[in-house]
């Protein structure tokens, strides 16, 4: 509830960084206006009107002590991320990585967020700057509305348009979906239950292929008919999220040294590794369905479900989801944020999520859950204090706002190229990354131990919601 004479921090965009941030400040005792366009207006991905809906995979990555993408979850965990909170609670088997079931997460965050009384949802659109009272947090993503993109490009050039810095304000690329299948539609004598290596549980479906249904299959992606092709020819696509096609062009052996590599799956009917394999990720806690890892899309829908079903154990297969592509944008952040990714003209217009450019689900959660104790600290006339470079959150952070990366600036994942250099004398890979992995904990549990006392969640907020 908000107290009489109290300012609000006004939130756009319900997406994962939107509602991290949101609960984040709630949390820290700040009353907090969130603005979400659905159901009023919907985009090109979205379904439903839930928030926080995850709109094309449902992993949200590496779960490994060993990977950035791990390293990247424990320190959220450490700092009180509601966002993993609620993965962790709709988990779905899926090997070494976070997979959740979208729905029930969607429905978890959403209640969190409707519940709290520290915030009010607004379900309208919000299409300029001007309509927004500061301080505000811009969490729209990287399907944001024409209106307000276009309110965000006239504010940014007020900060230093391309002409005078020879870098743009805004930049654009392509980002896909992967189609989603029934599960009682698979024929579970073609496909079987495996992990790679019989590691950890066996939580994926594998469809072998041989090599001449492999190639094949190959043949037929390159030759299906695609959609809006002179519009993606003009825009990159996202390096870590190329559409099957993309893959294909590149080659026809890329897919087996892709998402189709079958290393360590053995067909426990011949006994024997495929020549390739595609893999089937579950979609929710029922396993009522599957999503086929790594085919994201542009092929037109009639073409994905002839192609598709020609996947050994895909013959029948129901398709309740059809790939598609949208485009995504976001704000040359090195170029026209501060450090704190606040407006380099209005230090309490910050942004957070894939609109910083950042890439993937739980990065775009950690720039929401960073800015929301920015703006803590600068509201309580605190020192602003950032992850140290050497944390996975620090060298995510460096990424996006590190003004030597503005004129090449592309989205970018959490990963081992970020951090820091490990020491030079060390060849073992494994021993590097363990060590960057210890040095980094070490540091995070550092700096929350000397400045995190005050930026703790509110028990009220984790136990009572």
Request: aromatic share 8%; hydrophobic share 40%; charged share 25%.
């Amino acid at each position: 509830m908000k107290k009489q004479g109290e300012r609000s921090i006004t939130v756009v965009g319900g997406g994962l960084a939107g509602c991290e941030c949101a609960l984040q400040l709630a949390s820290f005792g700040h009353s907090v206006v969130l603005h979400e366009m659905r159901p009023q207006l919907t985009t090109p991905a979205h379904r439903t009107e839930q928030l926080a809906e995850l709109v094309c995979s449902n992993s949200f990555g590496s779960l490994s002590p060993l990977s950035a993408p791990g390293q990247l979850k424990w320190e959220a965990r450490e700092m009180g991320s509601f966002i993993l909170r609620a993965a962790e609670k709709t988990r779905v088997p899926a090997g070494q990585a976070l997979g959740l079931d979208r729905e029930q997460f969607a429905r978890q965050i959403t209640q969190w967020v409707e519940q709290h009384p520290r915030i009010e949802i607004r379900r309208s659109l919000v299409s300029s700057l001007e309509e927004i009272p500061r301080p505000a947090v811009i969490a729209t993503g990287p399907l944001t509305h024409e209106a307000l993109a276009k309110s965000l490009q006239n504010h940014l050039d007020s900060v230093g348009g391309e002409a005078a810095t020879g870098v743009a304000n805004f930049l654009y690329f392509f980002d896909a979906i992967a189609p989603i299948v029934a599960a009682d539609s698979i024929d579970y004598s073609v496909a079987w239950r495996a992990d790679r290596y019989d590691k950890g549980t066996p939580d994926y479906l594998n469809c072998p292929l041989d090599k001449d249904e492999y190639l094949r299959l190959v043949e037929e992606i390159g030759n299906g008919r695609k959609v809006e092709a002179k519009a993606f020819e003009s825009t990159p696509f996202f390096e870590s999220c190329l559409p099957i096609e993309v893959m294909v062009e590149r080659g026809p052996q890329t897919l087996r040294f892709g998402p189709l590599k079958p290393v360590g799956l053995r067909d426990p009917r011949t006994g024997r590794v495929p020549y390739a394999v595609v893999q089937l990720r579950a979609e929710n806690l029922d396993r009522t369905c599957y999503n086929l890892v790594g085919f994201q899309t542009r092929l037109a829908y009639g073409e994905q479900t002839r192609i598709f079903r020609q996947i050994p154990g895909l013959a029948l297969a129901e398709f309740l989801k059809l790939g598609s592509m949208h485009r995504n944008l976001f704000v040359n952040s090195p170029a026209r944020l501060s450090a704190d990714l606040s407006s380099r003209r209005d230090p309490l217009l910050f942004f957070a999520g894939q609109i910083t450019g950042v890439e993937g689900y739980f990065e775009s959660t950690c720039t929401g859950l960073l800015v929301a104790r920015f703006l803590h600290q600068k509201l309580t006339d605190q020192k602003v204090l950032f992850p140290p470079r050497e944390t996975a959150m620090g060298s995510l952070l460096h990424a996006i706002s590190d003004p030597l990366r503005a004129p090449h600036f592309q989205p970018t994942n959490i990963n081992f190229g970020l951090f820091p250099p490990a020491r030079d004398d060390i060849k073992d890979k494994t021993l590097r990354k363990e060590l960057q992995i210890e040095r980094a904990r070490n540091a995070m549990s550092t700096f929350l131990s000397a400045g995190g006392e005050k930026l703790s969640p509110s028990p009220l907020n984790l136990h009572n919601l």
